[in-house]
């Protein structure tokens, strides 16, 4: 299966658009924000399919055949609906698809990486009412049920299979070698959720070159998030002037330059050389 494509400019623009007010309204929507990602990825994905995507999280959710209560048991009825009923889980080759970071595939492949099927879970848990929060564990995203100090953690990549103390210490040891600290356990909200979603959409890109359009778009919306790190700009700096847009990618240098003039000067004034030797291209 191809990678999809980006949106003509005027509607990406228009996606952009949106993806910003959502991403610093007061209550950012995590189901809104994914599907926005989507239409940026993806120029087949119009209203309608947007809105197809919301009206199937909504069914799901229906589906879920009461209200639990405690936190393990809306884990369980969670995995019983979507990991077992409906066949969610991810596999290995899950990794090499750009669809596995788009939810409106994820739904109806019902296949993806392990924070894309989190947002699942997490979508149709809280319209049935359920206390759920991603947890960003490092290398594998997962989802929380009830306070964190009496938290049931599940992985929707696995089905939805509740998670032990010593599952959740082996999966950050099998990713960091590190142990698990319990502030790795802290909730995500939606614009860390989203920003981990773009982090892995760039790390497919890096290593497809020729999809240099997909990596753009994903470091410009990373940009519109409120908080994202400084060097993002240099990112994007870059891929403009790798696709031949000079002018703007030197314009992009220069603006990067001038945040690290102030802590340091001989950096911006190796971002300043590059921006000039952009400039000469056009020459």
Same mark, same amino acid.
């Given at each position: $299966?191809?990678? *999809?494509? *980006?949106?003509?400019? #005027?509607?990406?623009? #228009?996606?952009?658009?949106?993806?910003? @007010?959502?991403a610093r309204s007061a209550r950012p929507d995590l189901a809104a924000l994914c599907l926005l990602v989507g239409?940026?990825?993806? /120029?087949?994905? @119009? #209203? &309608?399919? $947007?809105?197809?995507?919301q009206i199937e999280l909504d069914r799901?959710?229906?589906?879920? &055949? %009461?209200?639990?209560?405690? *936190?393990?048991?809306?884990?369980?009825?969670?995995?019983?609906?979507?990991?077992?009923?409906?066949? %969610?889980?991810?596999? *290995?080759? +899950?990794y090499e698809r750009l669809q596995s970071s788009l939810l409106h595939e994820v739904l109806r492949r019902r296949r993806g990486l392990p924070i894309l099927l989190s947002v699942v879970w997490i979508e149709v848990a809280r319209r049935a009412g359920a206390p759920v929060y991603g947890v960003a564990l490092p290398g594998h995203f997962v989802v929380g049920f009830g306070p964190t100090d009496a938290q049931v953690l599940?992985?929707? %990549?696995?089905? /939805?299979?509740?998670?032990?103390?010593? +599952?959740?210490? $082996?999966?950050?040891?099998?990713?960091t070698g590190a142990p698990l600290d319990p502030s790795m356990l802290t909730p995500a909200d939606p614009v860390q959720v989203v920003l981990r979603i773009l982090n892995n959409v760039r790390a497919w890109a890096a290593a497809r070159p020729e999809r240099s359009d997909v990596a753009l778009w994903a470091v410009e919306l990373s940009l519109l998030l409120p908080s994202h790190p400084a060097r993002l700009r240099y990112e994007r700096a870059q891929l403009l002037v790798q696709r031949g847009d000079f002018l703007r990618g030197a314009a992009e240098l220069d603006a990067y330059a001038e945040v690290l003039s102030a802590v340091d000067e001989a950096a911006a004034d190796q971002m300043r050389g590059q921006a000039r030797a952009a400039r000469a291209m056009l020459n």
């Open positions: $299966m191809h990678a *999809p494509y *980006p949106p003509e400019p #005027e509607r990406a623009a #228009e996606v952009r658009r949106r993806f910003a @007010d959502e239409a940026a990825a993806d /120029g087949t994905l @119009d #209203e &309608p399919g $947007m809105d197809a995507a799901l959710a229906g589906q879920l &055949p %009461f209200a639990p209560g405690e *936190p393990r048991s809306w884990a369980v009825a969670l995995a019983d609906l979507l990991g077992g009923r409906h066949g %969610f889980h991810g596999t *290995p080759a +899950d599940t992985d929707p %990549f696995d089905g /939805g299979r509740v998670l032990s103390g010593g +599952d959740a210490q $082996m999966l950050v040891a099998g990713a």
